[in-house]
Every structure is written in structure tokens, then in C-alpha cells.
């Protein structure tokens, strides 16, 4: 167990609608990071928060926001969503924001768009 | 941008043998290096990292060294059990603006049979 937690597990929804994923990152980690996993690209980077404020943005789409709350609990939200989006979401958390600190997964949200 | 590049699997081995799973990274500068593993149905949890060159990270039997002038950092395990079974993922971090992030290789994933 990371301490990380993730919800909901599983999501199964329609295209055009809007979802939120929520994570709880480990106690005492500042840092939150949301990545998306999908088969045909891997993992990739979405967006940090440090402290409740935006510290990195990667290939986060504009239908896609984030935030980090003062109890530095995290939510992604998903709108118009498209086929293209099911994938497995994951939420990581670290002390800082150092180069060499490990990062820590929740188990993931899986994302299903029909 | 920051890459990394590792084989593609799946990788399918017996019980006891010799495993490499090969990774390439193209950085701008001097990143961190990482091995994640991720068990079915988990989330990703680090297994071993180096911070600098010629540093060799090792856990659980498995070692990996940070070689600067190839830009690699393959992944060894001298013999391979059936719960080694996962996916692998070879990372970097470089640090940025006050942040990192990690990039992550596509995963490889490994099968251990009796």
C-alpha cells in the first residue's frame, strides 16, 4: 500500500459527458502528479500541483483541469469526454519537489468511454 | 525533450534465468534515473534509482547502472523468480523551474513461467 488513494476505481461513462477523479496523496507529501496510461501512448505526464499551487503542466488537454485543495487532496476533471480518453489515470504524490525523491502511485482510476 | 527509449516486449523467461531489459535516455542535462515496476492491478512503485554517473542502483536482486557515455540505464536481475512478473517502466528526472517530472519509457513487460 502507497497511501496513496484514488477514486473511483472504475468509471464507465458517455462520450460528451464530464467526470472527476479524486486523489488523497500520502500523509505529509505537498506534491500531487496526475498521469494518464493508455496502451498506445504509455505514460504520460498531465500536470503537478506543489502546496495547492500549479507547478508543472505536461500533455494535459484543455478539456482536462486540475486542482489541489488546502487539505492537499487533488481532483482531475474530465469534460466532453471522447473514446480517445479511456485510459488508466494514476495519481502520485512526493514529499517535494526534488529531483531524485521517489514518486508514489495510487492504484489508479480506470476510465472507461463508450 | 527529455526521452526514454526501452525495449519492447513482452518479455517471457523461465524461472531462474538471466534477465536485461535495455533502456536508452536522451536528457539536455544530468537527470536522475529510475525503475519502476508495476504488478498487476497496482500502482507503479519505484524499485531502484541512481542520482549520478556511474552509480549503480540495486533492490531485490535486481541492479542497474547509470552509464553516461552510452546514456543508458539497463535493468539486470541474475535470476528471475515467477513474482518478478510485471510490467517495467525506465525513467528520468530533470529538474526545472523549481520542479521535475517524470518521463517515462513505454514499459516492458515481463513474464516469468515456472
Known amino acids: 500500500d502507497s497511501g496513496v488513494t484514488q477514486t473511483p476505481k472504475h468509471l464507465i461513462t458517455a462520450t460528451g459527458q464530464r467526470v472527476t477523479l479524486r486523489c488523497s496523496p500520502r500523509s505529509g507529501d505537498l506534491s500531487v502528479y496526475w498521469y494518464q496510461q493508455s496502451l498506445d501512448q504509455g505514460l504520460q505526464f498531465l500536470i503537478q500541483?506543489?502546496?495547492?499551487?500549479?507547478?508543472a503542466k505536461g500533455n494535459i488537454l484543455e478539456r482536462f483541469s486540475a486542482q489541489q485543495f488546502p487539505d492537499l487532496h487533488s481532483e482531475l476533471n474530465l469534460s466532453s469526454l471522447e473514446l480517445g480518453d479511456s485510459a488508466l489515470y494514476f495519481c502520485?504524490?512526493?514529499?517535494?519537489?526534488?529531483?531524485?525523491?521517489?514518486?508514489?502511485f495510487g492504484e489508479g482510476s480506470r476510465l472507461t468511454v463508450l | 525533450g527529455d526521452s526514454v527509449t526501452q525495449m519492447e516486449g513482452p518479455v517471457t523467461l523461465s524461472e531462474e534465468a538471466f534477465l536485461t531489459i535495455n533502456c536508452t535516455y536522451t536528457?539536455?542535462?544530468?537527470?536522475?534515473l529510475f525503475w519502476y515496476v508495476q504488478y498487476p492491478g497496482e500502482g507503479l512503485q519505484l524499485l531502484l534509482k541512481?542520482?549520478?554517473?556511474?552509480d549503480k542502483g540495486s533492490n531485490k536482486g535486481f541492479e542497474a547502472t547509470y552509464r553516461k557515455e552510452t546514456t543508458s540505464f539497463h535493468l539486470e536481475k541474475g535470476s528471475v523468480q515467477v513474482s518478478d512478473s510485471a510490467v517495467y517502466f525506465c525513467?528520468?528526472?530533470?529538474?526545472?523551474?523549481?520542479?521535475?517530472?517524470?518521463?517515462f519509457g513505454k514499459g516492458t513487460k515481463l513474464s516469468v513461467i515456472p
Open positions: 541512481a542520482t549520478k554517473a556511474d
Open positions: 536528457a539536455t542535462g544530468y537527470p536522475s
Open positions: 502520485a504524490s512526493s514529499v517535494g519537489t526534488t529531483p531524485a525523491g521517489e514518486l508514489f
Open positions: 525513467a528520468l528526472s530533470e529538474a526545472g523551474a523549481g520542479s521535475y517530472q517524470l518521463t
Open positions: 500541483y506543489y502546496n495547492g499551487e500549479e507547478r
